[in-house]
């Protein structure tokens, strides 16, 4: 059985939040994907130099932001004065986890320096039973996770994706491969090479793992996925695929 995090019913979220004005990570991008009705969001994280999760994409505060270095090497009080596209703080992790008590979120661990604080701002908001934890590297995963007090919802790193991708084309092995992880959240293509197909989702489902695909930013394309039995969407445009999910009656 997988994590509640799945709760079961098809899963949007917004990636990064919901901004069109380039303010992604901000609390101004979650409130937006929250005022739409999203249950879920995507961020990412990592830790300041004295131990704090920021939600954060990049490791550096260069490009969304207007001020400058690594997240990894300045303190709490310099991320927290920049701003991102220029008018937005930099959120805290624990901000946005306690922010909205009911919102699910899926943490992207992109780097060393976010284990520990990502942890420990899980831990003091009591978020477990709504977080799901993912990153590129399963060991920073396992390390976050090894932190915990009680189990949150964990899904595929690169290399178990890509074992994945690779059995399931041949229908088996699934199962073993995803026995430690609760779900997928992977691409769907990977330059310009379709890469999920319906066999490799129908896998997924035989071993009770559902599949959710990022990022997905055209209706068309969202369509497809749907139609392919996909569990979830991550998309930058929360509002298209609002639109998508009400009219296939699949929004809740």
């Known amino acids: ?15 990064r939040g919901f901004s069109r004005d380039g303010l992604e990570n901000s609390m101004e991008a979650f409130e937006a994907a ?24 990049d ?24 701003r991102i596209g220029g008018v937005a703080p930099v959120p805290s992790l624990e901000d946005l986890l306690g922010t ?22 899980i831990e003091r908001t009591g978020a477990h039973d709504r977080v799901c934890l993912a990153s590129f590297s399963g060991k920073r995963r396992r390390a976050t996770v090894a932190r915990l007090s009680r189990p949150v919802a964990t899904s595929a790193g690169t290399s178990e994706a890509a074992r994945y991708f690779a059995l399931g084309n041949l229908g088996r092995g699934v199962s073993a491969v995803l026995r430690h992880v609760d779900g997928l959240q992977i691409p769907w293509t990977m330059r310009g090479v379709t890469l999920l197909t319906g066999r490799h989702v129908r896998a997924a489902h035989r071993a009770g793992r559902p599949v959710h695909v990022w990022t997905v930013n055209e209706t068309a394309e969202m369509e497809r996925l749907i139609d392919l039995g996909v ?6 445009r929360a509002d298209l695929l609002k639109e998508t999910l009400v009219a296939r009656g699949l929004w809740r």
């Not at 550096?60 to 310099?78: F, H, I, K, Y």
């Not at 909205?100 to 701002?121: C, F, H, M, T, Y």
């Not at 569990?231 to 930058?236: A, I, N, P, T, W």
């Open 59 to 82: 490791a550096s505060l260069d490009r969304t932001t207007d001020a400058a270095g690594e997240v990894a090497t300045l303190p709490w009080s310099r991320v927290r004065r920049a």
């Open 231 to 236: 569990d979830g969407l991550v998309s930058d």
């Open 100 to 121: 909205w008590p009911d919102l699910r979120v899926n943490i992207d661990v992109k780097g060393e320096s976010g284990i520990v604080p990502i942890a420990q701002a």
């Open 34 to 57: 929250v005022r739409l009705g999203f249950r879920y969001v995507e961020t990412d994280a990592h830790g300041t130099s004295d131990g704090v999760a920021v939600a954060l994409h």
């Open 1 to 15: 059985m997988t994590h509640g995090y799945f709760d079961g019913g098809f899963a949007a979220l917004a990636h």
